[in-house]
Nanobody, 126 residues
Framework: EVQLQASGGGLVQAGESLRLSCQVY????????IAWFRQAPGKKREGISC??????????YSADSVKGRVTISRDNAENTVYLQMDSLSPEDTAVYYC?????????????????WGRGTQVTVSS
């Protein structure tokens, strides 16, 4: 059974940083990518960043809403992806989810990710 464990959320002040982690268990995919999504109250779930875990160049994608403020990285030995978020603002407050798909082509399309973790809350105070 595929399981994803997201962690690292919390309460921070505007301008501070957080690093989220997502570890994937219980799979034997040949090619796969991991993405981070977020959902604020009353808003649609938004894909913000993703990374190929199996391509040689570790292809990444980041949404315009977070570009320049987030860095996604991978640790293949631990099947873990990290999302470093800097210069946080109250608009970044949301539940952050990680998801995995069996392809090394990065995409932010939610419907292409069949496996999801439970999410971790990020709250940014002004």
């Amino acid at each position: 059974e595929v399981q994803l464990q997201a962690s690292g959320g919390g309460l921070v002040q505007a301008g501070e940083s957080l690093r989220l982690s997502c570890q994937v268990y219980g799979f034997t995919f040949h090619d796969y990518s991991i993405a981070w999504f977020r959902q604020a109250p009353g808003k649609k779930r938004e894909g913000i960043s993703c990374i190929s875990m199996t391509s040689d160049d570790g292809s990444t994608y980041s949404a315009d809403s977070v570009k320049g403020r987030v860095t996604i990285s991978r640790d293949n030995a631990e099947n873990t992806v990290y999302l470093q978020m800097d210069s946080l603002s109250p608009e970044d407050t949301a539940v952050y989810y990680c998801a995995v798909r069996t392809s090394d082509i990065v995409t932010s399309r939610r419907e292409l990710y069949p496996y999801w973790g439970r999410g971790t809350q990020v709250t940014v105070s002004s």
